[in-house]
Structure formats: structure tokens, C-alpha cells
């Protein structure tokens, strides 16, 4: 998508923070869990989870959930490596 489409269409802004909804799918995404398994726990359709997990995707500029969970992990790691230094001090 060309920046112009970004600006004429503002939903489609990969920079937008996760809705609620989004932030909620994304952390059953991190245990791992399919489309159908976050539909159940959520009450929603496969459809309706698979479209929030595209939004992710889309947000944060991923292709898969692989490279997704790898770099929450990666943040994860550096958050606990900060936190470690900050204590020390």
C-alpha cells in the first residue's frame, strides 16, 4: 500500500496502536493459541479471530505468527535485561 492509500484510508495505518480487542487476541497469541482456540475463549467466530490476528500482523508490520511471537520475546528479554541493570543500580 502507497502512502497516499495509507492517508486516504487512516484504518488501514500500520502505526495504529491495538484496540482492546486486538491487545486481548494478541495475548492469547502468545500462549500460543490457534484461531479456533482464541475464537472459543474470546466468543467469537474463527472468522471474527482471524481477522483481529490480520490486524496484528498488519500493525506491527509481521508476516507470521512466528516472526510476531519471536520478537515479543526478543522485546520481552531486553524489558528483563533493563530491569536487571535499573535494580543493580
Do not use: C, W, Y
Not at 486486538?22 to 482471524?50: M, Y
Not at 490476528?53 to 520481552?76: D, G, H, Y
Amino acid at each position: 500500500m502507497s502512502s497516499s492509500e495509507s492517508e486516504a484510508h487512516p484504518d488501514h495505518d500500520p502505526h495504529q496502536p491495538l484496540t482492546p480487542r486486538e491487545r486481548e487476541v494478541f495475548d492469547l497469541l502468545l500462549d500460543a493459541l490457534s484461531n479456533r482456540q482464541i475464537a472459543r475463549r474470546l466468543g467469537v467466530t474463527e472468522e471474527t479471530a482471524k481477522f483481529h490476528v490480520s490486524n496484528i500482523l498488519r500493525k506491527s508490520q509481521m508476516t507470521s505468527r512466528a516472526e510476531l511471537l519471536a520478537e515479543a520475546a526478543r522485546n520481552a528479554s531486553r524489558s528483563a535485561q533493563e530491569a536487571t541493570r535499573h535494580a543493580a543500580r
